[in-house]
């Protein structure tokens, strides 16, 4: 493969197919949770033997601190995307409308297999430190936004929306498994929209 006429390293088959198992292993603790994704439905879901999971991955607990490394990773980048895209918004209902827009393409697995691990890193400090800093670096973004496009209203109003904003951004995606209906997108963008209206009220 040749980028502006400099050839580049292909990838790996080993790295190739480290990703190709660590992505179904997102599938399966999405649908079925960390203690449920067990490695034959992991093994299954890649197409792969059972053994392979340990060359790839390596034993369970390494495949769990993976896994947590590529949520926080991944979370993070679509954080710099979105810090990237809120430069150009003029109003926090532009901002509204980057994050709760119907074309926007999520991957809700990501948040399910981040709840997870969540629920499981009370005795893993390394994953509860890194998963933390990653909500916490998309609270950075919402705060920023909102400081710049309601530069008169107090500080302690603007960590609150931010945090409700981010509150209603995620309980949209933890819903999908559920199937809700279409219009329930509406109504959790119609309450991130009253949620930044009071920025614009006497504070």
């Known amino acids: ?3 502006n ?3 580049m390293p ?10 190709e198992i660590l992505n179904a292993y997102l599938t399966c603790v999405a649908r079925f949770g960390l203690e449920g994704a067990t490695q034959e439905r992991i093994a299954a879901e890649a197409g792969v033997k059972r053994p392979l999971l340990r ?3 390596g034993n369970r ?3 769990v601190a993976a896994l947590n490394d590529h949520v926080v990773t991944t979370f993070n980048d679509l954080t710099q995307a979105l810090d990237t895209a809120l430069a150009y918004v003029e109003t926090p209902e532009d901002m509204v ?3 709760f827009t119907a074309d926007t393409e999520n991957d ?3 948040l399910l297999a981040w709840q997870a691990l969540s629920a499981t890193s009370v005795d893993h400090e390394e994953m509860r430190v890194a998963l933390l800093d990653s909500l916490k670096r998309f609270l950075d973004v919402l705060v920023d936004a909102l400081q710049r496009l309601a530069p008169a209203a107090k500080p302690e109003t603007i960590r609150a929306v931010a945090h409700g904003i981010s509150s209603i951004f995620v309980n949209l995606d933890s819903l999908t498994p559920l199937a809700p209906p279409p219009e329930w997108q509406q109504d959790l963008k119609h309450a991130a929209l009253l949620l930044v209206g009071t920025l614009e009220s006497p504070q």
């Not at 292909?10 to 990703?19: A, I, N, T």
């Open 55 to 57: 060359h790839y991955l």
């Open 10 to 19: 292909r990838p790996s088959l080993k790295d190739q197919r480290s990703e």
């Open 97 to 99: 409308e980057v994050l």
């Open 5 to 7: 006429g400099v050839a």
């Open 108 to 110: 809700p697995r990501l």
């Open 61 to 63: 607990e390494q495949m």
């Open 1 to 3: 493969m040749t980028i």
